[in-house]
């Protein structure tokens, strides 16, 4: 059976956490939750689970909400350098959680991006919105370094970028090997940060590696 929006006070999936409204759900997509509750064991019938389907397809919309995100308009507002600064910039450990394309388990971690300037910088928050346009899919961490730094290598056009990535893998922490307690660490440097050893030392340095 597949349940719909009521319109009381405990009809928990229906409240805006995300504050983007509620999205309806076809039925078809709370059927397969349905699916899989019940090949784990579960009697989704139950009251515990009454909404669980309506809740868990918002929760993937929410989770994979990059999709509906072109990282590379957050770039697109450029301010002139202040000052004359023309030195790195990094925004650093910035928390930030995804989801990987094997078993659909979470990734959580924290990356550390930096980029120095060729003529003009970008609002450092823009640079976690990138991050969050691409983490906020199914991904592997390698392609998320590699995009977050491809984004603004290409959409800025500084002298470099460096994107360091440590998470932790749910997929290795909760299930199968089962060993908490790792984190997988990912660079992806370019121009001057690939280039001159000296730009390299010095923003690994910043970032604490
Ligand atoms: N390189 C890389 N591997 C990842 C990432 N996320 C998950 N994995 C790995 O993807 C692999 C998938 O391996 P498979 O053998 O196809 O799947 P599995 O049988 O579930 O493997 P186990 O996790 O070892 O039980 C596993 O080794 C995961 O640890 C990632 O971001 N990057
Ligand atoms: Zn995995």
Redesign the pocket.
């Known amino acids: 059976m597949l349940y719909h929006d009521a319109d009381d006070d405990n009809d928990l999936a229906g409240q805006d956490r995300a504050g983007q409204g509620k999205i309806p759900v076809p039925d078809h997509v709370q059927q397969a939750i349905i699916t899989l509750l019940k090949w784990t064991g579960d009697d989704p019938e139950r009251e515990g689970l009454r909404d669980t389907p309506l809740r868990v397809a918002r929760a993937w919309k929410e989770y994979c909400s990059g999709y509906e995100d072109d990282p590379s308009l957050h770039l697109s507002r450029t301010f002139e350098e202040v000052g004359g600064y023309d030195e790195l910039v990094l925004l650093k450990g910035i928390p930030f959680q995804s989801h ?4 659909m ?1 979470p ?1 959580i971690g924290k990356a550390s991006i930096a980029y120095m300037p060729r003529d003009r910088v970008v609002g450092i928050s823009k640079l976690a919105r990138v991050l969050h346009g691409y983490s906020r899919r199914l ?6 370094t590699a995009e977050v730094a491809a984004c603004i290598w290409e959409h800025l056009h500084p002298h470099g970028v460096a994107v360091v990535i440590e ?1 932790s ?1 749910s ?2 922490t909760a ?3 089962r060993t908490p307690g790792v984190s ?1 660490i ?1 660079s992806r440097l370019l121009g001057c940060f690939l280039d001159d050893h000296r730009s390299r030392e010095e923003v690994m340095s910043l970032m604490g590696y």
């Not at 990987?100 to 078993?103: I, S």
Request: charged share 20%; hydrophobic share 40%; proline share 0%.
């Open positions: 990987c394309e094997h078993h388990a990734i991904q592997v961490q390698e392609r998320l998470a893998h997929c290795m299930r199968g090997v997988m990912t």
